[in-house]
């Protein structure tokens, strides 16, 4: 079992940015520019492929203010979801 954060149920994104078949830093590049896109509170949902991201995206959101809410396993992809601050 990973120690990654798991997003909580029920999490309902406000913009959605398709990430998948992006290898880093592309997937944080574009997360950086989508988040400006968005108001204070409202939640990113990343769908991404590259596994680097599990160590890029919360670190990030960390550094910048915004807050991580985890994140979740689908079919071929991971969702994150991030809190902008």
Known sequence: ??????????ITADRTLDA??????????????????IASGQVLEILGTD????????????RSGHQFLGEKEDTGFIRFYIKKG
């Open 20 to 37: 998948k078949g992006l290898s880093c830093p592309m997937p944080l590049l574009r997360t950086k520019k989508e988040i400006e896109k």
């Open 51 to 62: 596994p680097g991201s599990r160590n890029d995206l919360p670190g990030w959101a960390e």
């Open 1 to 10: 079992m990973s120690d990654n954060k798991v997003a909580p149920d029920g």
